[in-house]
């Protein structure tokens, strides 16, 4: 009887310690809302995301993620944070579908007591006349539990530029003594946009070389549309145009098709510049099908965003700003790889 009920006493205690293991296991619940799943860069970006968090767990720690198509539509992706409100999330990760509508968003999450990071589109700062200023935005300033993590797109524009300089021709093919230039834009709100069809001729331009725009469109980062603006413009100006400048890769791999439909070959008769380094256009590059394309780490911003939604969940301080540096990627680099 004795036996027994020391028996019973063991068995209660490992039921207990096994009881109390697992209390002590704690999942966090993860809001991700990504403006657009159907977007080649920020599917990439996504996806490590999701897998990093996934390697980060422990037998104590684990993360359930809730992963968001924005859609490109405002009003959905506002239900979406809505939604994660209501559920209770413990941090979001947001990329923006529309930049102007940060303050907005930012006021609801923070409201809720939901520390957020935001990813790859900057909100920007305004002055009171709605001008873009060269400031950090302060609804990410002011709030101790936001931040943004980064690329400067500034970054980006000028190694395209810079490739166009670094050839032996600086661009100028046909030796007029100007760089024309044809630029297809992505979406006109977001600052990678605006930073890289500015940064891009200006790294020419410092440099000292002439320049010409004979055409620039928006794409809105899509292939089939890169290929459809690529395509009109060389029926329009034909063997004037030197070089295609491409503010990410999905349009430069559509504009490499329609330089080829077109019987024009790149490296011989024209440019080709894309950002991102999609592995289809790091190919590109290797083939010689398109002369360069900036890499746009995603493994390293989606890293850096995990990273600080974490240290947001234990409660440690952070700064404002994250930026993961871009890489100029052209023949020479890839060779060398
Ligand atoms: C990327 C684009 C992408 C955009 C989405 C940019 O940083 O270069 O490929 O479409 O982000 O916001």
């Keep these: 009887m004795k036996k027994a009920f020391s028996v019973l006493v063991a068995l209660m205690l490992v039921l207990g310690c096994f009881s109390f293991s697992s209390a002590e296991a704690k999942t966090y619940k993860v809001g991700v809302s990504i403006y657009q799943f159907t977007d080649n860069f920020m599917t990439l970006y996504r996806n490590e995301i999701e897998a990093y968090f996934k390697s980060l767990e422990t037998e104590d720690v684990k993360f359930e ?3 968001a198509d924005g859609k ?3 009003a959905e992706q506002t239900n979406q944070i809505q939604n994660f409100i209501t559920q209770g999330m413990d941090v979001i990760i947001l990329n923006l579908v529309q930049t102007s509508s940060a303050d907005a968003v930012i006021d609801q999450i923070v409201a809720a007591g939901i520390p957020l990071v935001l990813i790859n589109r900057e909100p920007l700062a305004y002055d009171a006349d709605g001008n873009t200023l060269d400031e950090a935005y302060e609804g990410i300033l002011n709030n101790a539990q936001v931040c943004y993590v980064g690329a400067d ?4 524009g000028t190694f395209q530029g810079e490739m166009v300089a670094e050839l032996e021709n ?5 030796g007029d003594g100007k760089i024309s230039y044809i630029m297809i834009e992505g979406d006109p709100e977001n600052i990678d946009a605006q930073y890289r069809t500015e940064f891009s001729v200006k790294a020419l331009v410092d440099a000292g070389y002439e320049v010409e725009c004979l055409d620039d469109q928006v794409g809105n980062w899509d292939q089939t549309k890169g290929q ?4 009109n413009a060389l029926t329009a100006y034909g063997d004037k145009i030197e070089v295609v400048f ?5 349009m430069a791999l559509g504009a490499a098709t329609a330089i080829q439909t077109a019987g024009r070959v790149v490296g011989e008769d024209i440019y080709l ?3 991102d380094a999609l592995e289809e256009a790091v190919q590109l590059v290797k083939d010689g099908e398109m002369t360069g394309t900036v890499l746009n780490d ?10 600080v939604a974490i240290k947001l969940l234990k409660g440690e301080e952070i700064d404002n700003y994250y930026w993961v540096d871009y890489v100029k990627v052209n023949k020479e680099y890839v060779d060398a790889q």
Aim: contains cysteine; negative net charge.
């Design 65 to 67: 993620i809730t992963m």
């Design 72 to 74: 490109n539509d405002m």
């Design 153 to 156: 797109a500034r970054q980006s």
């Design 170 to 174: 600086h661009g100028d093919i046909n």
């Design 228 to 231: 459809e603006l690529c395509a």
């Design 246 to 250: 491409c503010n990410n890769d999905a």
């Design 273 to 275: 510049l894309g950002v």
């Design 298 to 307: 995603h493994i390293g911003q989606s890293h850096a965003a995990v990273d």
